[in-house]
T-cell receptor
Framework: DAGVIQSPRHEVTEMGQEVTLRCKPI?????LFWYRQTMMRGLELLIY????????DSGMPEDRFSAKMPNASFSTLKIQPSEPRDSAVYFC????????????FGPGTRLTVT | AQKITQTQPGMFVQEKEAVTLDCTYD???????LFWYKQPSSGEMIFLIY??????QNATEGRYSLNFQKARKSANLVISASQLGDSAMYFC????????????FGAGTRLFVKA
């Protein structure tokens, strides 16, 4: 079975540019999560979706960040305009509603904003 | 509010010995789940083990076991017979209904296995 797929794996961009991160969850999973990981702040939940609907976006740092899930197999996280402090590893994770609710993570996208 | 605390920033263990990574949590949910994830230097997050708050027995998955003490609100991870490949960052996490079933993560413990 394919796990969570993220692209690109690495992204280097200049300050002010738009960045789009992509995620394909595990087929059949009805929850999708976007996290950001930095040395200073650890693993932070940015937003999560249930059945393609955003449920909680309280972790989105500011209006420069937006996320969409147009269908059950695809989600994007967009940063516009990007800033150096956005440099981090961005993880997408998915899970299926059930007894255990464990999440399965993608490999992450390492974003560097110069 | 829900909270996860991992008080050990780093731990050393000799190869083939057992090691315990500490995790305490706080929640008002009557029902919740506790998880451990491993993050090796390659960066991926790997799900290791799950414990439900109503489970009577401690969870085990191969060399991993979870020492669940509900009254103390602790969910320590025990790794038996440590291997060099166990060197990684380990995160404790919790999910419950109050938080909308989202999972919160601790700060992590970095484990170093010595040959």
């Amino acid at each position: 079975d394919a796990g969570v797929i993220q692209s690109p794996r690495h992204e280097v961009t200049e300050m002010g540019q738009e960045v789009t991160l992509r995620c394909k969850p595990i087929s059949g999973h009805d929850y999708l999560f976007w996290y950001r990981q930095t040395m200073m702040r650890g693993l932070e939940l940015l937003i999560y979706f249930n059945n393609n609907v955003p449920i909680d976006d309280s972790g989105m740092p500011e209006d420069r960040f937006s996320a969409k899930m147009p269908n059950a197999s695809f989600s994007t996280l967009k940063i516009q305009p990007s800033e150096p402090r956005d440099s981090a590893v961005y993880f997408c994770a998915s899970r299926i509603q059930g007894e255990r609710n464990e999440q399965y993570f993608g490999p992450g996208t390492r974003l560097t904003v110069t | 509010a829900q909270k996860i605390t991992q008080t050990q920033p780093g731990m050393f263990v000799q190869e083939k010995e057992a090691v315990t990574l500490d995790c305490t949590y706080d929640t008002s949910d009557p029902s919740y789940g506790l998880f451990w994830y491993k993050q090796p230097s390659s960066g991926e997050m790997i799900f290791l083990i799950y414990q439900g708050s109503y489970d009577q027995q401690n969870a085990t998955e191969g060399r991993y076991s979870l020492n669940f003490q509900k009254a103390r609100k602790s969910a320590n991870l025990v790794i038996s017979a440590s291997q060099l490949g166990d060197s990684a960052m380990y995160f404790c996490a919790m999910g419950g209904k109050t938080g909308g079933f989202k999972t919160i993560f601790g700060a992590g413990t970095r484990l170093f296995v010595k040959a």
